[in-house]
């Protein structure tokens, strides 16, 4: 069997390695993959925006199966695209994910079906925007419509803060088309928890919940980034709530979907915040998360591409999804002054004993040797019976891990650990 994942990331690295372990899979291609995937896949030159470049090549090499991973292509419409092609996919096709492509869609589905989320206005106009910011609660979070990168989030704990994120995002274009409208939304507080589920529009399978760790310093300071590590699960993610969430969240976001005419297939992705008046939707993704992915696959004990197969054909319900009664931690090596400017171009070398620990994110192959040519380098990866055992047995691969201007922060699982001890 011949398989294509569309992406490049520490994200799709996880997927190809997971859809391995599967016996009838006979050839990985990753477009574009990266020199880390290139070690479990073929790696093919292909944007993962090259939406006609990917059918051509899914048709001409006669890809039996297909996974969009990054929210992008997706948007772009890239499952129906190879779908019309007669080529059976995972994902959702462009009409389900716009409930990640535009933030102003997902709050108005929330807000028609009664889903529990932050109040919110939605701007077009900047100077309405801004006098409405005259008045309004602060803190208060700035959001950019469509997709920016995981970026086009901006917390601002005072006035001044919240007009200099409007100005940036709708008159400065900080993030292109993306910033054309925006959603003003309420400030919530709480733990927050990350939830990706396997849906295939009629079946909910949630993942083992998980902890991001979004700051690019330790003890969450610095700057925001698109995740320096994850642990799974999140402690603060009890059944109580895991059921609570099922059925004021999960199942009526999937049924809304359907009611819209947008049926949802794929993993749908949901950014929770369990705030003092229950769990809160702060975002969906259409798609896995990344990093979070790199905690969550590693405990999966059942097949994913078999999972994968019955979610496109919609016969969820007829698989057993099971996950293994562990804790993963994940550490991101990044590239010394990311989110920022950084060198790249450094010699990574990991150990063979430890590789399929470890998921590359941001590197290229030259002459035969990886370099690192990105902010995020790599993530690696550890299962144990506890979250503390994980903690360290991650620490120690990194410590096997050597590129030049490496840094990573130092307390990954930290605040997971302080929230097991008080429960």
């Not at 291609?29 to 896949?41: C, K, T, V």
């Not at 910011?133 to 469509?146: N, R």
């Amino acid at each position: 069997m011949k398989v294509l994942v569309v992406g490049g990331g520490g994200r799709e690295h996880a997927i190809v390695k997971k859809i391995k372990e599967n016996k009838s899979v006979t050839e990985i291609y990753a477009l574009p993959g990266n020199g880390g995937i290139a070690g479990d896949a073929v790696c093919v030159d292909i944007g993962a925006k090259d939406i006609d470049a990917i059918v051509n090549f899914a048709a001409e090499n006669n890809i039996d199966y297909a996974v969009v991973a990054p929210d992008d292509p997706l948007v772009l419409g890239c499952v129906d695209a190879l779908e019309a092609k007669g080529i059976p996919c995972f994902g959702p096709r462009a009409n389900a994910a716009i409930i990640e492509g535009s933030k102003v869609f997902s709050k108005n589905l929330m807000k028609k079906y009664g889903i529990p989320t932050a109040e919110y206005e939605v701007f077009d106009d900047c100077q309405k925007a801004l006098e409405y910011l005259e008045t309004a609660p602060i803190p208060t979070v700035v959001k950019a419509d469509g997709l920016a990168l995981g970026k086009g989030v901006i917390i601002a704990m005072t006035r001044d803060e919240a007009m200099d994120a409007v100005r940036s995002i709708m008159e400065d274009k900080q993030f292109g088309k993306s910033g054309d409208r925006i959603v003003i939304e309420e400030f919530l507080t709480g733990p927050e928890v990350s939830v990706l589920c396997f849906t295939d529009s009629k079946t909910v399978a949630p993942m083992v919940s998980s902890m991001d760790h979004k700051r690019a310093g330790d003890n969450d300071t610095g700057l925001n980034t698109g995740g320096m590590g994850t642990v799974a699960p999140n402690p603060y993610y009890t059944e109580s709530v895991a059921a609570e969430c099922m059925e004021k969240i999960f199942l009526p976001t999937v049924a809304a979907m359907n009611a819209e005419g947008r049926p949802f297939k794929g993993c749908l992705y949901f950014g929770l915040m369990l705030t003092p008046n229950g769990p809160k939707v702060i975002e969906y993704n259409c798609r896995f998360g990344d990093p979070e992915t790199q905690v969550v696959l590693p405990l999966l004990s059942s097949d994913l591409l078999t999972v994968m197969q019955a979610v496109t054909e919609e016969r969820l319900a007829e698989i057993n999804v099971e996950w293994k009664k562990e804790n993963a931690c994940c550490v991101i090596m990044a590239s010394k002054g990311y989110p920022q400017a950084y060198e790249k171009g450094y010699e990574i070398t990991i150990p063979d004993a430890i590789w399929n620990n470890v998921y590359v994110a941001g590197a290229n192959l030259k002459d035969g040797k990886l370099l690192t040519n990105g902010g995020r380098v790599l993530g690696a990866t550890a299962t144990a019976a506890s979250l503390s055992e994980a903690v360290d047995e991650a620490y120690k691969l990194v410590k096997q891990i050597d590129f030049g201007n490496a840094y990573y922060r130092n307390d990954i699982g930290k605040k997971a650990l302080m929230a097991s001890m008080e429960g």
